[in-house]
Structure formats: C-alpha cells, structure tokens
C-alpha cells in the first residue's frame, strides 16, 4: 500500500510559479511511474504530467508542455510539479497517483493509477 499527500497548493496571480510536491509513505516510489492529474470545476479530470520510475522519461500534456516540470526523488519518496507562466485556467484540485512500472504508454490514463492523494487545491486569479 502506498500513501500519498499533496502539498504546495495554493492562490496566485497569473503568470506566477508553484511548486507542488507529493510526498509517499508506505512504500519507497523506486518501482512506481508517477502522474500528476487535475480537475476543475465542472470538468472531467485530466492528465497533466507523468515521470518514469527512474525519471528518464516523462510526458505533459500540450497544455502544460513548457510551462511545467514534473521530477522526482526517488531517496525522498517525493515527486515534485514545478508550474511555471501560471495561468486561470490551470484552476483545479491536483492529484498525484502511482502506478507500478509495467507499462508507461499508459501513463496517460488515469484508470492504470493504483494510488491516489487527496489533491491540493491551485487557483490562478488574472
């Protein structure tokens, strides 16, 4: 079983920078890919950032491409979303999820997740 928590939420101007980090418990993260999500209000969850088990590959997607950089360290247990250019529409709740190294095309979808945190809450203002 593995624990997950969300920190570093929080309300900003637009074009200012965050950086949310997730923290695991639980279990170490070595054998886990790692995704961030997100949802706004009234909208379907959606993907924003996955990183393999051993950082050497990620996806984003195009929304936030260039403007966020999902890393991790594996001796810290924790996966960090660093949000650059911040703009209202990247309003939502953030969630990081686990999933274990069996397949990272998949890493898109939100079903191939095993583990969840409880999501930290962005506001963009313009």
């Known amino acids: 079983q593995v624990q997950l928590v969300e920190s570093g939420g929080g309300f900003v101007q637009a074009g200012d920078s965050l950086r949310l980090s997730c923290a695991a418990s639980g279990r170490t993260l070595g054998s886990y890919d790692m995704g961030w999500f997100r949802r706004a209000p009234g909208k379907e969850r959606e993907f924003v950032a996955a990183i393999s088990w051993s950082g050497t590959m990620t996806y984003y997607a195009d929304s936030v491409k260039g403007r966020f950089t999902i890393s991790r360290d594996n001796a810290k247990n924790t996966v960090y979303l660093q949000m650059n250019s911040l703009k209202p529409e990247d309003t939502a709740v953030y969630y990081c999820?686990?999933?274990?190294?069996?397949?990272?095309?998949?890493?898109?979808?939100?079903?191939?997740?095993?583990?969840w945190g409880q999501g930290t809450q962005v506001t963009v203002s313009s």
């Open positions: 999820a686990a999933k274990r190294s069996t397949n990272w095309a998949a890493a898109k979808q939100a079903h191939e997740y095993d583990y």
